[in-house]
């Protein structure tokens, strides 16, 4: 696991993070979150995505969520018969339910057709990828996250970001297959983009407090 930390860029992530004071580390995250999160909603507004691509990306970002779960579940201390059994039944309850949207979303986005402005939400993959690796880094592996972090407190965000990813989906396919008009559609996606927001922003403040509070 140590050589996979160092290939994926956490143990510099980590010796950056650690030259940080807890709450200039803090912000950090929460800056990459809102900058990620929020960014799909000006070219979504502007007309330059539709939809269909957000959908797509958001199940790319629902595939990220469960990679770094994965990763929290593999390292962290405790009972590896039970931290197994919770492991598979997570990756079979988020990991196969998230594959069958993802997989609904592709569909969608060939039926619908591919918007010229997809490559805006490169930037927001780049910035959610950065949120994701400087949350292990530095609150997981950084600042003794893993000791302190309970199993339900590791699975209970996968489930909680599935949500808002399901209902999209569904609603899309209604909005894109019924032939909504594009001020529902907005609608749709401008619903899912702040959902995710509030539920990332949330969590990365409760996983800080008891740094920020020490």
């Not at 010796?15 to 979504?44: E, F, H, M, N, Y």
């Not at 507004?45 to 797509?56: F, K, N, S, Y």
């Not at 309850?93 to 998230?98: A, K, P």
């Not at 990813?165 to 609603?171: D, E, Q, R, Y």
Request: proline share 4%; net charge positive.
């Amino acid at each position: 696991m140590q050589q996979l930390a160092r290939v994926l860029g956490f143990t510099a992530l980590s010796a950056l993070a650690d030259r940080l004071p807890a709450r200039t580390a803090a912000l950090v995250q929460l800056v990459l979150i809102l900058v990620g999160s929020l960014l799909p909603l000006w070219p979504l507004w502007r007309g330059v995505i539709a939809l269909q691509d957000l959908l797509a990306y958001s199940a790319l970002w629902l595939l990220l969520s469960v990679l770094t779960t994965v990763i929290r579940l593999r390292t962290m201390p405790g009972d590896r018969a039970v931290i197994g059994f919770f492991s598979m039944h997570y990756a079979i309850m988020i990991g196969v339910l998230g594959l069958i949207v993802g997989v609904w979303s592709i569909i969608l986005l060939v039926m619908a057709g591919v918007s010229g402005g997809w490559w805006t939400l490169l930037l927001t993959a780049v910035a959610m990828a950065l949120a994701n690796a400087w949350a292990l880094a530095d609150g997981w592996f950084g600042r003794g996250g893993r000791e302190r972090a309970k199993l339900w407190q590791v699975l209970l965000p996968g489930y909680l970001r599935f949500v808002p990813v399901l209902l999209a989906t569904v609603f899309g396919a209604v909005a894109i297959i019924g032939g909504w008009p594009a001020s529902d559609r907005l609608v749709v996606g401008a619903c899912l983009v702040l959902a995710l927001t509030v539920i990332d922003v949330t969590l990365a403040v409760a996983s800080y407090r008891p740094v920020l509070t020490s």
